[in-house]
């Protein structure tokens, strides 16, 4: 190998290092690297934000890593709940550092990169020129993100500590310090009896109760919906108008207005049957009759949105379809089965979904109607209509009991969560095969 040759290795190997020079200079400083690179505005940017975030935040990181150790030392002055605020936040204040520290190691070693290569590094006005034109749809959204950061992520965060403290009536700050139990909450809840027969029995009507309130609402809906948009019927929009109405009146007004009238001695529904020599049924004591009250209360107020919605869709099918179907001899069952039944679920399938999600944590109609009464013997803080989500708010604000609490939103969470990314995967609302073809 001659001197020139091995001149041009040796000038290859030391020109291709720069990239990790200047990876390993911005990993001990962030902006070392991109001073080397010179990008000396960069730089002294990252430079800011270093200092900023070591010696500017010393006693916000010391009390964060406190936090995650201990919930307060002197009884009377720390607050435990505070202290698990704060060191939340600062344990999501972390991370978005981290976040920038490794994006300034990436930045750096990428123009160092282009030097080895024998490219020039972008210069002040270049960089800026390159955020606008790629990173305007970040800049767009990152108000969003730290607003949703910030009233859902570090509420659901929070939550999800509290599921695993003791944090109740007799362990409450600043008299008391909340302590970590681990897991033996969720071991209360699924093993411990009286916990176990409430949970079972709460979380089985919770499900039926999606389910009943969800599929009665629309079925109403769906049929109320094909009588009136039949050609034949007359003043069907007099009709739609009176049926809406429902939905106008507030849900609130309605709800509390039918605990009137399924009052078991003087409510209008008993005396009604009682004209037809039945009853009186006791609608708001027996836990049966609560149920199915409370099912037809949901009726009442949720079919009208579920009738306007399948109205839209109805009007939209085109009746090519319909005629084409009766060319070949259908009867008016098998269209609406193979027809109209398929395209109004390929329409509201996501809307459904989101309805069942909606119903699973329907907190209104159960605690207005009857505070989800009546009582149980055996069950723990629950009624004979209680689901989920007013059991966790009896457990919060009538029983402070916030860990079970908040242990049992985190399973409602999972639930929910789990349910809606499942069935939005596997619908055909989100999938590109054309239902009219």
């Known amino acids: 190998m001659t001197p020139q040759t091995n001149a041009v290795s040796k000038n290859i190997t030391v020109t291709g290092t720069k ?30 934000i270093y200092i900023f975030a070591i010696i500017s935040g010393l006693d ?50 990428k123009n160092g990169k282009l030097r080895d290569q024998g490219y020039r590094v972008p210069g002040i006005k ?18 969003g993100m730290i607003f949703l950061i910030l009233v859902t992520l570090i509420p659901l965060l929070f939550t999800t500590l509290i599921a695993f403290t003791n944090y109740d009536l007799y362990h409450s700050p600043p008299a008391k310090f909340i302590e970590w139990v681990g897991f033996n909450n969720f071991k209360m809840i699924w093993s411990f009896g009286g916990w ?121 099918i085109p009746q090519d379809i319909y005629e084409a179907a009766m060319v070949d001899g259908a009867s008016p069952f098998q269209k609406f089965f193979k027809i109209t039944l398929p395209l109004v679920l390929y329409s509201t399938a996501p809307l459904i979904i989101m309805q069942m999600s909606y119903n699973f944590n329907n907190f209104n109609v ?4 009857n505070q989800g009464k009546p009582p149980i013997i055996g069950l723990r803080d629950a009624g004979g209509t209680d689901i989920l989500i007013s059991w966790v708010f009896k457990l919060t604000l009538d029983k402070l009991k916030y860990n079970y609490a ?32």
């Open 406 to 437: 908040a242990a049992l939103s985190l399973i409602i969470f999972i639930i929910v969560a789990g349910f809606s990314i499942y069935n939005f995967r596997r619908t055909r609302s989100f999938q590109e095969e054309d239902m009219l073809q």
């Open 60 to 109: 916000f990181w010391k009390y964060s890593y406190w936090g995650l150790t201990t919930m307060g030392e002197t009884p009377g002055k720390d607050h435990s709940l505070v202290i698990m605020i704060e060191s939340l936040v600062g344990v999501v204040l972390f991370l978005i550092v981290l976040g920038i520290y490794i994006l300034n190691i990436i930045d750096a070693y």
């Open 366 to 369: 159960i605690y207005l109607f």
């Open 126 to 143: 270049q960089t800026i020129k390159n955020v606008v034109d790629q990173g305007y749809a970040l800049a767009y959204l990152s108000p």
């Open 196 to 316: 176990k027969r409430t949970l079972t029995y709460v979380f089985s009507w919770t499900v039926v109760w999606t389910v009943l309130s969800t599929v009665s609402t629309f079925g109403l809906g769906l049929f109320v919906a094909l009588i009136l948009n039949q050609k034949d019927i007359k003043g069907s929009k007099i009709f739609r108008t009176i049926l809406i109405l429902p939905w106008a009146v507030p849900a609130l007004v309605s709800i509390l207005i039918f605990t009137g009238l399924f009052n078991t001695n003087f409510g209008p529904i008993n005396d009604l049957l009682a004209f037809f020599h039945l009853g009186p049924v006791r609608w708001l004591e027996d836990p049966t009759w609560a149920k199915i009250a409370v099912l037809l209360v949901n009726l009442w107020v949720g079919f009208p949105f579920q009738m306007a919605l399948c109205t839209g869709i109805l009007q939209s």
């Open 19 to 48: 990239r990790y020079i200047a990876a390993i200079l911005s990993a001990i400083c962030m902006g070392f690297g991109q001073i080397f690179n010179g990008q000396f505005v960069k730089g002294i940017v990252y430079i800011i």
